[in-house]
C-alpha cells in the first residue's frame, strides 16, 4: 500500500515512524533545492527533535526554482510529503519514515509562492540545497558572477526573479517594509564557506537592483557557515527495491550511509532548532571542518571517481576494490593532501583518512562513479585545485593531484577505455568536452581553461606534471600512469 501519513500504523514493526501528531506542526523552514540529500540529513536531524516532542514549530516547506522537480514534488504530495530513508549499514539496512516536511510549494516561473511564503514571519530558516556550482560564483576569482543571465534577469525584474536568490531577495524586501525582521540563508552545499557564499550572491544580485535593501539585508540577515556530511546516492530501482524490501511502498525513498556530520556556525538571526540535541555540533570553527572534508573527503571523491569511470568501475566501493585506483587515492591523500588540513578537536587528517577509507569501502552504499564524477568544473574548482596551489606554494609534493587532473580530463573526452560512451556529465560538458578531445594531442588545450584553472596552467611543474600524466594515459592507459604514480 502507498505510504500516507493515515497508514504509518499499517507499516512493519521493523520500520520507525514518526511518534509526533504531524497535523500539529507549523512551519518555520523553506528548503529551497529538495533534494536526496536534504532529505536525509537536514531534514533527519529536525525529525530527531519532533520525535523528542521538540521543534515542532519548524517544520519544513519544500521548494523548488525549476520546473524538471516538477515530477517529484507530484511523488511527495501524493505521499503527504513523507520520505522513508533506508540506512545503508554494512551490518543491516534499516528504514526509517521522517515526518519533518510538511508542504511542497508550486513550482513557478516568477516564483510568487515561493516568495509569499519566505516573507511569512513564521519562516525563519530558508535553507537551500542547490548544488555547488548553483551559486553564480565565477570560479576563478570566487567573486560574484553578474554578468550571467540569471543574474542580469533578477537584476532587471526583482518582483519576479527566476533564482532562488531573487526570490529571497524579493520576500526579504517584503518582510523589510513590513517591519519584519529577516530569515537567516542557511546554505547546506558542499562549499567552503558556504554561508559567506550565500551572502555574498544574495547581497551582490540585491545590489544590482536595489543598494539600500543590499545594505539593510547584510546588516540583518544572517547566513551560518556549515560543514554537511552524509554520502546520499541517487534514487533509483535499486533504492525503490530497498524500500519495499523493507515493507514500505514509498515512491521517492532515499538511501543514505550510517554516518552523518553536521558543524553549524551559531548565527541564526530569527532563531534555530537545538540541532545540537540530535548531533549535530555547533562551533566557531566551522571552516576548518569543511576544509578537512572538502580537501580530503570531496576531493578524493573525485580522485577516484574520475578514474572510475575512464576504467568502467560503476561504484565507488568497486574503486576502493580496484589496487590501482585504491593505491592512487591512498598516497595521494596522505602525501599531498593531509599536509595540508589541520586537524579538529578529536580529529587527526590521519584518522580522518581511515574514516573515509572505510566510508568509501562501505559496499551496502551503491553510489555510482557517475553520481560522484558529475559537475566537475565545481567540485575540482572547489576540492583539489586549492590543495593544488597551497602545493605549488609551500613546494610540497603535487604529482597525484596533477594526475587527478589528467584523469579528469581524460574522462571528459566521452569515452571510457573500453570503448563506451560517458554522457554528458557536467553543466558545462560541451566546453570541456571540446578542451579535452584538443588535449590528447596538446594536453595544454585543456589547462587553457581560464574558467577553471585560472594563473595555474602557467605554473611550470603543475603544467610539465599533467602533460606527463595526460599523454601516458593516452599512450598507456589510465592503470598504467596509476601504477607508474603508486610506484
Ligand atoms: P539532487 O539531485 O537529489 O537534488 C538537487 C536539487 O537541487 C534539485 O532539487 C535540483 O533541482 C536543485 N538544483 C540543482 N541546481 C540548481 C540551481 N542551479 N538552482 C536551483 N536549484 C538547483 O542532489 P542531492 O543529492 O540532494 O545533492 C544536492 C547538493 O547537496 C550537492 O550538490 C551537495 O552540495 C550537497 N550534498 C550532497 C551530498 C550527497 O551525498 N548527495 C552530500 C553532501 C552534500
Same mark, same amino acid.
Given at each position: 500500500?502507498?505510504?500516507?501519513?493515515?497508514?504509518?500504523?499499517?507499516?512493519?514493526?521493523?520500520?520507525?515512524?514518526?511518534?509526533?501528531?504531524?497535523?500539529?506542526?507549523?512551519?518555520?523552514?523553506?528548503?529551497?533545492?529538495?533534494?536526496?540529500?536534504?532529505?536525509?540529513?537536514?531534514?533527519?536531524?529536525?525529525?530527531?527533535?519532533? #520525535?523528542?516532542?521538540?521543534?515542532?514549530?519548524?517544520?519544513?516547506?519544500?521548494?523548488?526554482?525549476?520546473?524538471?522537480?516538477?515530477?517529484?514534488?507530484?511523488?511527495?504530495?501524493?505521499? /503527504?510529503?513523507?520520505?522513508?530513508?533506508?540506512?545503508?549499514?554494512?551490518?543491516?539496512?534499516?528504514?526509517?519514515?521522517?515526518?519533518?516536511?510538511?508542504?511542497?510549494?508550486?513550482?513557478?516561473?516568477?516564483?510568487?509562492?515561493?516568495?509569499?511564503?519566505?516573507?511569512?514571519?513564521?519562516?525563519?530558516?530558508?535553507?537551500?540545497?542547490?548544488?555547488?556550482?548553483?551559486?553564480?560564483?565565477?570560479?576563478?576569482?570566487?567573486?560574484?558572477?553578474?554578468?550571467?543571465?540569471?543574474?542580469?534577469?533578477?537584476?532587471?525584474?526583482?518582483?519576479?526573479?527566476?533564482?532562488?536568490?531573487?526570490?529571497?531577495?524579493?520576500?526579504?524586501?517584503?518582510?523589510?517594509?513590513?517591519?519584519?525582521?529577516?530569515?537567516?540563508?542557511?546554505?547546506?552545499?558542499?562549499? #567552503?564557506?558556504?554561508?559567506?557564499?550565500?551572502?555574498?550572491?544574495?547581497?551582490?544580485?540585491?545590489?544590482?537592483?536595489?543598494?539600500?535593501?543590499?545594505?539593510?539585508? /547584510?546588516?540583518?540577515?544572517?547566513?551560518?557557515?556549515?560543514?554537511?556530511?552524509?554520502?546520499?546516492?541517487?534514487?533509483?530501482?535499486?533504492?525503490?527495491?530497498?524500500?519495499?524490501?523493507?515493507?514500505?511502498?514509498?515512491?521517492?525513498?532515499?538511501?543514505?550511509?550510517?554516518?552523518? #556530520?553536521?558543524?553549524?556556525?551559531?548565527?541564526?538571526?530569527?532563531?534555530?532548532?537545538?540541532?545540537?540535541?540530535?548531533?549535530?555540533?555547533?562551533?566557531?570553527?566551522?571552516?576548518?571542518?569543511?576544509?578537512?572534508?572538502?580537501?580530503?573527503?570531496?576531493?578524493?571523491?573525485?580522485?577516484?571517481?574520475?578514474?572510475?569511470?575512464?576504467?568502467?568501475?560503476?561504484?565507488?566501493?568497486?574503486?576502493?576494490?580496484?589496487?590501482?585506483?585504491?593505491?592512487?587515492?591512498?598516497?595521494?591523500?596522505?602525501?599531498?593532501?593531509?599536509?595540508?588540513?589541520?586537524?579538529?578537536?578529536?580529529?587527526?587528517?590521519?584518522?580522518?583518512?581511515?574514516?573515509?577509507?572505510?566510508?568509501?569501502?562501505?559496499?551496502?552504499?551503491?553510489?555510482?562513479?557517475?553520481?560522484?564524477?558529475? /559537475?566537475?568544473?565545481?567540485?575540482?574548482?572547489?576540492?583539489?585545485?586549492?590543495?593544488?596551489?597551497?602545493?605549488?606554494?609551500?613546494?610540497?609534493?603535487?604529482?597525484?593531484?596533477?594526475?587527478?587532473?589528467?584523469?579528469?580530463?581524460?574522462?571528459?573526452?566521452?569515452?571510457?577505455?573500453?570503448?563506451?560512451?560517458?554522457?554528458?556529465?557536467?553543466?558545462?560538458?560541451?566546453?570541456? #568536452?571540446?578542451?579535452?578531445?584538443?588535449?590528447?594531442?596538446?594536453?595544454?588545450?585543456?589547462?587553457?581553461?581560464?574558467?577553471?584553472?585560472?594563473?595555474?596552467?602557467?605554473?611550470?611543474?603543475?603544467?610539465?606534471?599533467? /602533460?606527463?600524466?595526460?599523454?601516458?594515459?593516452?599512450?598507456?592507459?589510465?592503470?598504467?600512469?596509476?601504477?607508474?604514480?603508486?610506484?
Amino acid at each position: 500500500m502507498p505510504l500516507r501519513n493515515a497508514k504509518l500504523g499499517c507499516l512493519p514493526d521493523s520500520v520507525s515512524v514518526p511518534v509526533y501528531d504531524r497535523k500539529a506542526l507549523t512551519p518555520g523552514i523553506v528548503h529551497i533545492g529538495l533534494g536526496n540529500f536534504h532529505r536525509a540529513h537536514q531534514a533527519w536531524y529536525l525529525h530527531r527533535l519532533m #520525535q523528542y516532542g521538540i521543534a515542532h514549530d519548524w517544520a519544513i516547506i519544500g521548494a523548488s526554482v525549476r520546473q524538471a522537480d516538477a515530477p517529484q514534488r507530484d511523488r511527495l504530495l501524493a505521499q /503527504d510529503c513523507l520520505t522513508t530513508l533506508i540506512e545503508l549499514d554494512p551490518s543491516g539496512i534499516s528504514a526509517e519514515v521522517v515526518g519533518s516536511m510538511i508542504g511542497y510549494l508550486p513550482i513557478e516561473d516568477d516564483n510568487a509562492a515561493l516568495i509569499a511564503q519566505m516573507a511569512d514571519p513564521a519562516i525563519r530558516i530558508v535553507a537551500l540545497t542547490v548544488t555547488e556550482g548553483g551559486y553564480y560564483v565565477d570560479p576563478v576569482t570566487g567573486g560574484f558572477d553578474a554578468m550571467h543571465p540569471d543574474m542580469q534577469h533578477d537584476k532587471a525584474h526583482p518582483d519576479t526573479p527566476r533564482t532562488a536568490f531573487g526570490a529571497m531577495i524579493a520576500a526579504l524586501r517584503q518582510r523589510r517594509d513590513a517591519g519584519i525582521g529577516p530569515f537567516a540563508g542557511q546554505s547546506c552545499d558542499n562549499l #567552503q564557506g558556504n554561508g559567506a557564499i550565500l551572502r555574498q550572491t544574495v547581497v551582490s544580485l540585491a545590489r544590482l537592483s536595489d543598494p539600500a535593501l543590499a545594505d539593510w539585508i /547584510d546588516q540583518n540577515a544572517s547566513f551560518p557557515n556549515a560543514m554537511v556530511d552524509c554520502i546520499v546516492p541517487a534514487t533509483g530501482p535499486a533504492e525503490l527495491a530497498l524500500a519495499r524490501a523493507q515493507g514500505v511502498d514509498d515512491a521517492a525513498p532515499v538511501a543514505h550511509e550510517n554516518y552523518r #556530520q553536521w558543524v553549524i556556525e551559531d548565527d541564526f538571526c530569527a532563531g534555530r532548532p537545538d540541532w545540537d540535541q540530535a548531533g549535530a555540533t555547533f562551533s566557531n570553527a566551522v571552516h576548518r571542518y569543511e576544509a578537512m572534508k572538502i580537501r580530503m573527503l570531496n576531493a578524493g571523491h573525485q580522485l577516484i571517481a574520475n578514474a572510475g569511470e575512464i576504467l568502467s568501475v560503476p561504484t565507488i566501493s568497486g574503486c576502493m576494490e580496484h589496487a590501482g585506483i585504491a593505491g592512487f587515492f591512498a598516497r595521494v591523500e596522505r602525501a599531498e593532501i593531509a599536509p595540508h588540513v589541520d586537524a579538529v578537536p578529536g580529529i587527526t587528517p590521519e584518522s580522518y583518512l581511515a574514516l573515509i577509507t572505510a566510508r568509501f569501502a562501505n559496499t551496502a552504499i551503491v553510489d555510482t562513479s557517475r553520481r560522484v564524477a558529475f /559537475d566537475g568544473s565545481s567540485r575540482h574548482t572547489g576540492f583539489i585545485l586549492p590543495t593544488l596551489r597551497d602545493g605549488l606554494a609551500a613546494g610540497t609534493p603535487i604529482d597525484g593531484l596533477a594526475l587527478a587532473e589528467a584523469l579528469w580530463a581524460r574522462m571528459c573526452e566521452g569515452t571510457r577505455e573500453d570503448g563506451t560512451e560517458i554522457a554528458p556529465n557536467d553543466p558545462h560538458w560541451d566546453t570541456l #568536452q571540446a578542451a579535452a578531445k584538443a588535449a590528447r594531442d596538446n594536453p595544454g588545450a585543456w589547462l587553457s581553461q581560464q574558467q577553471v584553472y585560472g594563473d595555474l596552467a602557467d605554473h611550470p611543474a603543475f603544467a610539465a606534471a599533467f /602533460d606527463r600524466w595526460l599523454r601516458m594515459i593516452w599512450q598507456d592507459g589510465a592503470e598504467a600512469a596509476l601504477t607508474a604514480y603508486a610506484a
